[in-house]
T-cell receptor, first 111, second 114 residues
Framework: GNSVTQMEGPVTLSEEAFLTINCTYTATGYPSLFWYVQYPGEGLQLLLKATKADDKGSNKGFEATYRKETTSFHLEKGSVQVSDSAVYFC??????????FGTGTSLTVIP | DAGVIQSPRHEVTEMGQEVTLRCKPI?????LFWYRQTMMRGLELLIY????????DSGMPEDRFSAKMPNASFSTLKIQPSEPRDSAVYFCASRPTSGTDTQYFGPGTRLTVL
């Protein structure tokens, strides 16, 4: 079946630190992979996505590369800001219409 | 476009009462999803519709939960009777017909059942 496993938080970093949030997946076929971000009191927003192996999704300084050989889609950012404080969700869309979300990783960036 | 619209944004009710959550998807989107988010269980898919037809409701917790989509621009999630363990944030999301497989989420309804 389809599932997503992401690293548990919470993660606390100082401003300008390097960020990695790990995500691995299990899927049948060739899923599309996503990172969503949820700011306090808001709904989830798409951060980036990749639709096939070796694709790199990027947005707002965040990047993630679709690694089929390791079934991973780790989120990275070279220098985090206070405004990046949020909950980050890894997700996949398999065949059909259904999305599968990870449990979310809370990130707090302190000045 | 206003995005996905959900109402109410906050709902406080007493155990045993009926609760109705509402969602207006983005115009032109033909798929609609209802999710529940709690600290314990994270984000759970409850049900999704395609062209107003329920496709997968295996995530609906029990018979107290029901969802309808009478037309392309409106959906409801009803809980009757409500229980304290139903307290959560309920999100609606919609997806376009084609061209992208991205879901667009509403702001959520925070439900508290006392």
């Amino acid at each position: 079946g389809n599932s997503v496993t992401q690293m548990e938080g919470p993660v606390t970093l100082s401003e300008e630190a390097f960020l990695t949030i790990n995500c691995t997946y299990t899927a049948t076929g060739y899923p599309s992979l996503f990172w969503y971000v949820q700011y306090p009191g808001e709904g989830l927003q798409l951060l980036l996505k990749a639709t096939k192996a070796d694709d790199k999704g990027s947005n707002k300084g965040f990047e993630a590369t679709y690694r089929k050989e390791t079934t991973s889609f780790h989120l990275e950012k070279g220098s985090v800001q206070v405004s990046d404080s949020a909950v980050y969700f890894c997700a996949l869309r398999g065949t059909g219409n259904q999305f599968y979300f990870g449990t979310g990783t809370s990130l707090t960036v302190i000045p | 476009d206003a995005g996905v619209i959900q109402s109410p944004r906050h709902e406080v009710t007493e155990m045993g009462q009926e609760v109705t959550l509402r969602c207006k998807p983005i115009s032109g989107h033909n798929s609609l999803f209802w999710y529940r988010q709690t600290m314990m269980r994270g984000l759970e898919l409850l049900i999704y519709f395609n062209n107003n037809v329920p496709i997968d409701d295996s995530g609906m917790p029990e018979d107290r939960f029901s969802a309808k989509m009478p037309n392309a621009s409106f959906s409801t999630l009803k809980i009757q009777p409500s229980e304290p363990r139903d307290s959560a944030v309920y999100f609606c999301a919609s997806r376009p017909t084609s061209g992208t497989d991205t879901q667009y989420f509403g702001p959520g309804t925070r439900l508290t059942v006392l």
